[in-house]
C-alpha cells in the first residue's frame, strides 16, 4: 500500500503563488499515475492534475487548472507538487494527492488533505 502526505496549504491572497508537496511512502514502486484533487466547500471532489510517474512525465490538466497550475514530481524523493499560480478565491479548497498503481480501479491511495484558503 501507498501512504501519501500532503503539506504546503494555507491561506493566501488572491493572484498570489503556492506550492503543495506530497510525500509518498511505502509500496512506491506500484505508483503509475499520481494526481491532485481538491473538494471545495459544499461541493463535490473535482480533478485537478495528473502526471506518469514511471516511463516519462506526462501530465493532464483539468481546464480550471491549465495554465495557472503545474504539476511536477521528484521520482528520488517519491513527491509530487503541485506549483499553484494567480490563485483565485474559487481555488479555496481542500487539496488532496492520490495515486493509480495500475491496478484497474483508478485512484485508491488518497492523502488526508491540505487546506487551500484564498482571501480576495
Known amino acids: 500500500q501507498v501512504q501519501l502526505v500532503e503539506s504546503g496549504g494555507g491561506l493566501v491572497q488572491a493572484g498570489a503563488s503556492l506550492t503543495l508537496s506530497c510525500a509518498a511512502s511505502g509500496r512506491t514502486f506500484d505508483m503509475h499515475i499520481m494526481g491532485w484533487f481538491r473538494r471545495a466547500p459544499g461541493k463535490e471532489r473535482e480533478f485537478v492534475a495528473q502526471i506518469l510517474w514511471n516511463g516519462g512525465a506526462s501530465t493532464y490538466y483539468a481546464d480550471s487548472a491549465k495554465g495557472r497550475f503545474t504539476i511536477s514530481k521528484d521520482n528520488a524523493k517519491d513527491a509530487v507538487y503541485l506549483q499553484m499560480h494567480r490563485v483565485e478565491r474559487e481555488d479555496t479548497a481542500v487539496y488532496y494527492c492520490?495515486?493509480?498503481?495500475?491496478?484497474?480501479?483508478?485512484?485508491?491511495?488518497w492523502g488526508q488533505g491540505t487546506q487551500v484558503t484564498v482571501s480576495s
Open positions: 492520490a495515486a493509480d498503481v495500475a491496478d484497474g480501479k483508478g485512484y485508491t491511495c
